[in-house]
């Protein structure tokens, strides 16, 4: 039973300060956690490569340093910061993207060629800054139109929109890399959802990409072999299925609480690729399954505080912004936990906030950086409940900065 005078649950969440604690609180618990777990699960990877154990942490690491500083400068940076830099973002990740496909400059990893090579071990990859990309100039975009009531044609609503996101997408699929192209359809999807995009555009749109991954997977002989391992409890004929079925092994071995951190026997040259792709993995084997739960839960607030944001603002260009970078993290995690659960093809897809990847970590660390930034906007004050009498000018407590009509809070 709640004490009188105590706020609920539904009151805080209600509050204007309570999007971007969460964000604030879920961003840096999925961080801090995530560079423990890529330290526990690439450490036998590291040796094994012949480096020190706390090689890919440390790599790791220098990421997260560089995406905290870039999250609170585009925390800090007002709204209408963000779209000055539009174009310049869309650019920088359009010439990125084809300079991938230049020789000596681009660099395959597992089959795809979707990396630049900054020297040393360092690499960029261009395509998680294409979703960024994706995200201001889609919000903005349809933002300006909206101003000029365009968006009563569906002419309007498509163009350029839709060309501007295929040639995205043609870049990324030239590399190989599907699992982020899938990720770019579904915040193209959201953005035209939330502009009110008629259902029968959805029903062509839907159809033409099934077919697109139809023949991307016939035509591939490697995706068809991951599609084939979705479901799979044995590595099958030449150990096809051998990562799909050993993520769910680390699950299994995990129990309720883990095997304890460090303690991970799949890492031990069992599971490919453990600091990356099955990083939640190895996560369930030492933490168990109340760590997993906890990773997820932290998921679910990140999204819930997200599409808080979208839903509180009369600003156009602030809700479809909201909306495209939830969709964006939503997507990815679902891709990256579905392939390490066995549910999903594996996509080699990095949890975001969470795996190792630098591009990844940095290009998510700024996407949390532009829903804080968002959510400054719309006020970030958390103030405490009533108690006793009210004293100050104008019948105020002390530290309430909002006007009141009839006991209750209304916006300045």
Not at 41 to 69: E, I
Not at 110 to 123: A, K
Not at 178 to 197: D, H, P, R
Not at 283 to 298: D, S
Request: charged fraction near 15%; aromatic fraction near 8%.
């Amino acid at each position: 039973m709640r004490r009188a005078g105590r706020p609920g649950v539904r009151e805080l969440w209600r509050r204007p300060g309570t999007p971007y604690l969460v964000l604030v609180g879920s961003c840096t618990l999925l961080t801090v956690f995530g560079l423990m777990m890529v330290f526990s699960a690439s450490q036998v990877q590291a040796l094994s490569h012949g480096h020190g154990s706390a090689f890919y942490f440390r790599k790791q690491l220098l990421a997260a340093a560089a995406g905290a500083v870039l999250l609170v400068a585009a925390m800090r940076a007002p709204v209408r910061l963000h779209r000055k830099a539009v174009y310049p973002v869309l650019g920088t990740a359009v010439v990125l993207l084809c300079l991938v496909q230049v020789p000596g400059l681009g660099q395959t990893v597992n089959g795809s060629t979707n990396w630049l090579s900054l020297g040393g071990s360092f690499q960029l990859q261009p395509s998680e800054f294409a979703k960024v990309a994706l995200v201001l100039w889609g919000a903005d975009l349809i933002a300006r139109k909206e101003s000029h009531r365009l968006l009563t044609s569906v002419r309007h609503l498509l163009l350029p929109l839709v060309p501007g996101a295929l040639l995205l997408l043609g870049l990324v699929l030239i590399g190989g890399d599907m699992g982020t192209a899938l990720i770019l359809c579904c915040v193209l999807f959201s953005l035209l959802w939330t502009a009110g995009t008629p259902a029968r555009v959805f029903g062509w749109a839907l159809a033409a990409a099934a077919l697109a991954c139809v023949a991307l997977v016939a035509t591939t002989a490697y995706r068809a072999a991951r599609l084939s391992c979705v479901g799979a409890v044995d590595p099958g004929p030449d150990d096809q299925c051998w990562q799909a079925v050993h993520g769910l092994y680390a699950f299994a071995d995990g129990g309720l609480f883990g095997r304890g951190l460090g303690a991970s026997m799949e890492k031990w040259g069992q599971l490919p690729e453990p600091h990356t792709d099955f990083v939640l993995a190895i996560t369930g084997e030492e933490t168990g399954l109340v760590g997993t739960l906890t990773v997820l839960a932290l998921y679910a607030l990140l999204l819930a505080a997200g599409l808080a944001v979208a839903a509180r603002t009369g600003d156009t260009f602030v809700r479809l912004t909201a909306v495209g970078v939830t969709t964006w993290i939503a997507a990815q995690s679902t891709i990256n936990i579905g392939g390490a659960l066995g549910l999903l093809p594996i996509s080699g897809v990095p949890l975001p906030l969470f795996s190792y990847g630098g591009s990844a970590l940095i290009a998510a660390l700024f996407g949390a950086g532009l829903l804080l930034s968002l959510a400054r906007s719309q006020g970030t004050t958390v103030t405490a409940p009533r108690r006793g009498k009210r004293t100050g000018r104008g019948g105020k407590s002390p530290g309430d900065g909002g006007r009141r009509t009839g006991g209750k809070r209304t916006a300045r």
